[in-house]
């Protein structure tokens, strides 16, 4: 599992202080408007019940996410929005890729380009880091009273290609098309989903020392901070010590 991977789960575990829910509200809503363009059913429009899923997971009213929807399938906020990803490396030579979603390409790409040039990383062109990374779904798990490797057995049995154990939750990959199959098949085992994501994960990670992982852990903080970045993900491994480090807040931010 990626550094950013562990990052993401323990950020999730500590949940979302209220000073932030309104901007993740924000790009849940956009998130979701985008994805309805390609149509309002959630049986056809995978994507979308992606979306509302992740929405319901940060308890977001069902009122704010019918009015999403509706923006996107009926030409509003989903049909201005534009999508592409911005590629870069950070300290230590980690690749970092962010997800754009923003109704301003020119603002967008200054503000992140500002962020990388602030935390000692550079953008580069398209596809300059994509080839590291592979699209796949990943599912974070509570095992509760099952045992780590059944559950492990039965999510390859559903449709994984691969589970990694960690100490307090279970990280199952799949191939994109089969994350909803697979997330069913371990909810109908009254499984604890966390969380359920299309994601890129990397091929090979790059560990990192100490004064590099903790510039990468601030880079991807600020990338998040940015209105109109959805997602970052990056190649680096970061130890269980440094993001102890950086969760308690010894570095400064």
Known sequence: MSGHSKWATI?????????????????????????????????????????????RDQNMPLDNIERAIKRGAGGGEGQQVAEFMMEGYGAGGAAIMAQIQTDNRNRTIQEVRNVFVRHGGNLGESGSVAW?????????????KMDPEEMALFAIDAGADDVKVEKTYIEVQTPPKELESVRRALAERKLRIVSAELTMVPTTTVQLEERAAIQILKLMDKLEELDDVQRVYTNADFSDAVLEKYQSGEFSK
Request: glycine content about 6%.
């Open 11 to 55: 950020k999730r575990q500590k949940g979302v202080t209220d000073a932030k829910r309104g901007q993740v509200f924000t790009k849940l809503s956009r998130e979701i408007a985008f994805a309805a363009r390609q149509g309002s059913d959630t049986e056809s429009n995978f994507r979308l019940r992606l979306a509302i899923q992740k929405a």
């Open 132 to 144: 590291q990374f592979q699209s796949k779904g990943v599912l974070t798990v509570e095992p509760d």
